[in-house]
């Protein structure tokens, strides 16, 4: 790993954990529609892992997880776990979605309904709330439009930062 | 955004309102009940077929919540939270549908009474 590519990660990983921390001050996005965020950090996701690649990817999602835990929620409590399911299967969904015909678009819209199905089968197992599943078309239907939006930051904000970097 | 875009999010929506269209219809007729839990343990049973309008109090995490309850639906009136997601959601009636309140760690299920006898038995 050279040090440019050290240098460029953690830039992009600080960036992650601004995103998240500033969608959490800003309330239109955030709790507006109960269950349903949008997730500013996860263009930074989608931009990593165009830039670089599925390891790469994870790496900077776990970390942005355990560091969101340290600063913000706290550590191996119930928002913790729900943030991990929920990256683990997004990443998971967007390394394989990246290889087929979708853009980056459709993967990033993949990869934010899986986020929103990683959630909901934690918050089952962890709530003990079968019900839940009933809310998942909801929230599939939610994490189509916030996945579309994220989408289109990353295309655009990516163009910019190849051009720069 | 290219036409297999297109293709994938058709598909998704498609199964998205058939489901939703499904799920609707499995909303059980009959009286209902609303289970009340805080950390998994059953706190109070309200009995929505009384179709009475009353105020109910339970012990969140963070403090007292205040749970409506007004004919046959309930919602969570008052609770502290940073983000009060299980209050803005408003009511609900069906035997799908469920309160979550997170930084209370209360719950709310609605069960129709009949569910509830066959589990007895």
């Known amino acids: ?27 239109i996005f955030n709790g507006m529609i109960p269950g349903i965020k949008i997730g500013l ?3 930074i ?4 892992l165009y830039l670089y690649g599925a390891k790469e990817t994870f790496a900077i999602a776990l970390l942005r997880v355990l560091l969101m835990g340290i600063l913000r929620t706290g550590l191996f409590n119930i928002h913790f776990f729900f943030s991990l399911a929920g990256t683990i299967c997004s990443v998971g969904i967007m390394t394989f979605a990246k290889k087929t015909k979708l853009s980056m678009i459709g993967v990033s ?7 929103s199905i990683g959630q909901i ?32 930051f990353a295309k ?10 | 955004m290219n036409k ?8 998704i929506l498609i199964l998205c309102l058939l489901s939703i269209l499904i799920f609707a219809k499995w909303d059980k007729k009959g009286d209902k009940i609303a289970i009340v839990y805080y950390q998994d343990e059953v706190i109070l049973t309200i009995d929505l077929a009384k179709n009475e309008k009353k105020d109910y ?15 046959d639906k309930i919602r969570v009136k008052q609770e502290n939270s940073p983000l009060h997601i299980c209050s803005k959601q408003g009511y609900i009636s069906k035997n799908t549908e469920s309160i979550v309140c997170l930084p209370n760690q209360i719950v709310i299920q609605i069960q129709t009474k009949n569910a509830i006898d066959t589990v007895v038995h």
């Open chain 1, 1 to 27: 790993m050279t040090y440019q590519k050290i240098t460029r990660l953690s830039m992009l990983l600080t960036l992650s954990l601004l995103l998240s921390i500033l969608e959490s001050m800003i309330p």
């Open chain 1, 109 to 115: 819209i993949l990869g934010s309904i899986f986020h």
């Open chain 2, 4 to 11: 297999n875009d297109g293709i994938m999010i058709g598909v």
């Open chain 1, 41 to 43: 950090a996860n263009i």
């Open chain 2, 57 to 71: 109090q339970v012990m969140g995490k963070n403090g007292t919540v205040i749970i409506e309850v007004n004919q």
């Open chain 1, 121 to 152: 089968i934690i918050a089952i197992y962890l709530l003990h709330l079968p019900n839940l599943i009933y809310y998942l078309p909801w929230m599939i239907l939610g994490s189509m439009i916030t996945g579309a939006i994220i989408g289109y």
């Open chain 1, 156 to 165: 655009t904000v990516l163009k910019q930062f190849k051009n720069t970097l």
């Open chain 1, 45 to 48: 996701l989608v931009m990593v």
